[in-house]
């Protein structure tokens, strides 16, 4: 009976002692991936699926990952998938200084994958520059990491780049901020 008396009031304490703020809910905003859309060049307005697009990250942390995602490319974020959206992973480098995020974008992986020399995918390369900003969010939640003058190119290596153009979703300026994943950041013609 005492050790009930005791168990009772160290629950008590526990309970009492605890703040809703202890806890971070599960929908608290937390640091946003990049979301992208693709478009059909020719019709700017629909979307358009890239069939067999794999995405590979350079520089992104490997640890924790299953060891075949990665590869020479990079981290295998997205692996022969036909798709007209994703949402990317951005680093998170130190406060106030310009990071960049460098992510190959693969068409028609299918075709490197087969086995047949004459076939072979097309690689292009997102460049994603942006200052990482530093928010807190809650005692229990910690802070989040927002993404300020974010900027985007394209480069590629050979002559035959799929991706034709770039914009930032929904505006005419240059440069956006990424807070949320509540809106596509990027658009992508090809």
């Not at 692996?79 to 406060?95: K, R, T």
Request: aromatic residues 8%.
């Amino acid at each position: 009976m005492k050790y009930y008396k005791y168990s009772l009031l160290i629950i008590a304490i526990l309970l009492l002692g605890c703040e809703r703020d202890d806890i971070c809910a599960e929908g608290t905003p937390t640091t946003p991936r990049l979301l992208i859309e693709f478009f059909d060049a020719a019709d700017t307005e629909t979307l358009k699926s890239v069939t067999r697009l794999s995405v590979y990250g350079e520089d992104l942390v490997t640890s924790g990952l299953p060891e075949d995602t990665a590869t020479a490319e990079g981290v295998a974020l997205i692996f022969n998938s036909n798709s007209n959206a994703i949402e990317l992973p951005l680093l998170i480098g130190d406060e106030g200084i310009e990071t960049t995020t460098r992510y190959i974008l693969e068409r028609d992986t299918n075709l490197r994958i087969d086995g047949d020399a004459a076939t072979d995918s097309n690689n292009d390369i997102l460049v994603v520059k942006y200052t990482p900003q530093f928010v807190y969010v809650s005692r229990a939640c910690g802070f989040k990491s927002i993404f300020t003058n974010l900027e985007v190119s394209v480069e590629s290596n050979d002559a035959s780049q799929w991706i034709q153009n770039t914009a930032l979703a929904n505006t005419t300026e240059t440069q956006i901020t990424v807070e949320n994943e509540d809106a596509t950041h990027v658009q992508i013609f090809h």
